[in-house]
């Protein structure tokens, strides 16, 4: 048998490297995070083959002093922690000082780092850990790492990576992330020789989304923005019908750190109740700076997941922004009777780079050739539209570019930049409070018209939410009912759900329970709540005790809500069901107090609208823009 020995350093920077560096991705993720950190505000990411191959990436942050720069790749070497206690006020994206030294152990390595106190930089190369050379180099302020062959001294780790384009793919999503939680950051990012993203820096969210995601998304964006108790919270929510169907569009940052919460996610998805379809999830991106000492972000070897002191407090917060944002804003969609076309390409000059030298030279025409053509919206410091020119975007972006192709590109710039900012700004329309009730169609749908708009409201999905609205009132206004029961009920729990009644017992007293320990985790139910004209069970009970582990429920309805939405779908009137004018008028009249009245319960709209343009588009009154 074997004794205990302890293990070799390049050994134990392998294994270690196994935790902070996964895959490609992981590697771009913290060398982004170290240039950010660096005060970078600019940064260029380069792969090839899906990273495997090739990784560079450049900055132009503080870069690191030539006497630390060997240090920068040691174990748990890092500028951002002096003590314990800094932990609890973490405000960089790096502070364990893991990621060169992991990168520098499993891959072959070159870096070229100067300040700007220095003349000369440095550049290091170190291959699987150790270092081949250092030297003092010629450079510009900032830092270039470069990263080839990952994982090729551990076959094993690296037999385990999928395809090139797959990997490439994991990078992208990385890229995206760091460049949506850091908008006053330019990224560009180039996979195979292609520019695949490349965003301005003017610290402008919706711009970084126009960039990364295009003009319909961003378009179709909601600003929002709230402070409370010492929490900021900015972003962007999605309109209801730009829903999808996965959770691939949440982005929730904390001080520009991508993070995955279920806190955040149950809030947001809650707020968007009733306004979704069913399966649906809701797109946003949203950065919520903290207090100090109020989260934790080390307990996760990649940070993804953070612990919040105070999960209620984090859940109303989000919860009441994203409500309110959406009550303020007309959710009516608007619809053509056009099939939706393919976006035609829109003419550009296209840009080229000349191999032999850094000059930008122009071919013909084209749409896809150049990133940053895309329309520019600029931003100072405290967020307003800024008045310098567009020139001043391209001359950051090309700054060898000549004033003749200055004011090509200018001009093509400004006219898409007027037509983006009129186009994402959405029209604060009133609702309907000067309309007129024309008639009925196909015994379902009424027809309204207001203002240079025709409506139409499906009787059975409004009234379905008015009664839906109604329900949820009447219910949470009063408190339910108690039921005592002749024979005690008992119920058997595990310690973790015994926990949470013990923590949740004034609220499920609240509820209506009546509860008594019955013996070792054994309790007894004496008295139940009296809901739908029926006592709650065993199951609604034990429901409960599972929701308050994930939710944050305050009224025993909470939990309940599928049901008040079946009892209203099916208490509303039908289609086909006849009303008369007058109960149409009431009808109309009743949806327009409510809070949302945009969709039914089940996340199908209740009103849509075609303006009067797309109507005489099709009588070719007028002519297509």
């Not at 390409?345 to 030298?357: G, T």
């Not at 405290?382 to 004011?407: C, F, H, Q, R, W």
């Not at 409070?433 to 024309?438: D, G, K, L």
Request: aromatic share 8%.
């Amino acid at each position: 048998m074997n004794g205990i020995k302890l293990l070799e350093n390049n050994l134990i920077n392998k294994i270690a490297a196994g935790e902070v560096v996964e895959r490609p991705a992981s590697a771009v993720k913290e060398l982004m995070e170290n240039s950010i950190d660096a005060g970078a505000t600019s940064v260029t990411v380069e792969i090839s083959g899906g990273g495997i191959d090739f990784i560079k990436v450049t900055d132009n942050g503080k870069g690191i002093p030539a006497d630390e720069v060997k240090t920068a790749f040691l174990r748990h070497a890092t500028s951002k922690l002096r003590k314990i206690e800094d932990l609890d006020d973490i405000m960089t994206l790096g502070f364990r000082g893991e990621a060169l030294s992991s990168i520098a152990s499993v891959a072959q390595v070159e870096m070229l780092t100067k300040t700007s106190e220095q003349e000369l930089g440095v550049r290091i190369v170190i291959n699987g850990g150790k270092v081949e050379k250092e030297e003092k180099y010629a450079a510009n302020t900032g830092t270039v790492f470069t990263m080839k062959n990952l994982f090729y001294n551990t076959p094993a780790r690296r037999k385990f990576l999928k395809k090139a384009a797959v990997e490439g793919g994991y990078v992208s999503e990385a890229v995206q992330r760091i460049a949506l939680g850091h908008p006053e950051v330019a990224i560009k990012y180039i996979n195979n020789g292609n520019t695949v993203l490349q965003t301005s820096g003017n610290n402008d969210m919706k711009t970084a989304v126009l960039y990364i995601f295009g003009k319909t998304i961003a378009n179709e964006m909601l600003n929002v923005s709230c402070s409370k108790a010492g929490y900021n919270i900015n972003g962007l929510i999605a309109k209801p019908e730009l829903s999808r169907g996965s959770r691939g569009y949440e982005y929730f940052f904390i001080n520009g750190r991508y993070i995955k919460s279920s806190v955040v996610s149950e809030a947001i998805e809650d707020a968007y109740k009733g306004r979704l379809m069913v399966g649906k999830f809701p797109v946003f991106m949203l950065n919520m700076t903290v207090p100090a000492n109020t989260v934790d972000v080390n307990v996760h070897p990649t940070k993804l997941e953070v612990r919040f002191s105070d999960d209620s407090l984090i859940y109303d917060i989000i919860y009441d922004a994203v409500t309110k944002t959406l009550k303020d804003t007309n959710l009516i969609p608007n619809v053509s009777w056009d099939r939706e076309k393919k976006a035609k390409p829109e003419p550009v000059q296209q840009i080229k780079l000349d191999e032999s030298n850094s000059d930008i030279r122009y071919d013909d025409i084209s749409y896809k050739a150049m990133p940053a053509a895309s329309p520019i919206v600029l931003s100072d410091s405290a967020g307003e539209k800024s008045k310098k020119p567009v020139s001043k975007a391209i001359d950051t972006l090309y700054p060898n570019t000549e004033e003749k192709e200055i004011k090509i590109l200018n001009s093509v710039l400004s006219e898409n930049a007027e037509r983006i900012k009129a186009e994402s700004v959405p029209e604060k329309k009133p609702f309907f409070n000067n309309y007129r009730i024309i008639g009925q169609i196909f015994g379902t749908y009424w027809i309204i018209e207001q203002n240079n708009s025709m409506y139409l409201i499906d009787q059975h999905a409004a009234h379905e939410r008015a009664l839906y609205e109604e329900f949820i009132e009447k219910f949470k206004s009063s408190s339910p009912s108690s039921q005592r029961l002749v024979q005690p009920i008992a119920v058997d729990l595990t310690e973790k759900e015994k926990v949470i009644l013990e923590e949740n017992m004034e609220l499920l007293e609240s509820f209506g329970f009546e509860i008594e320990e019955f013996g070792r985790g054994t309790y007894a139910l004496r008295a139940v709540p009296y809901i739908f004209n029926s006592p709650g069970n065993v199951g609604f009970f034990t429901d409960i005790i599972d929701a308050l582990e994930e939710k944050n429920i305050k009224s025993i309805y909470d939990t309940r809500e599928d049901a008040i939405a079946t009892m209203s779908c099916k208490a509303a009137v039908k289609g086909n069901d006849r009303l008369s004018f007058s109960e149409a008028q009431a009808l109309i009249q009743k949806i327009l107090k409510l809070e949302n009245p945009f969709s039914c319960p089940h996340g199908r709209p209740t009103v849509i609208e075609m303006t009067r343009y797309e109507l005489e588009k099709k009588f070719k009154r007028i002519q297509d823009r």
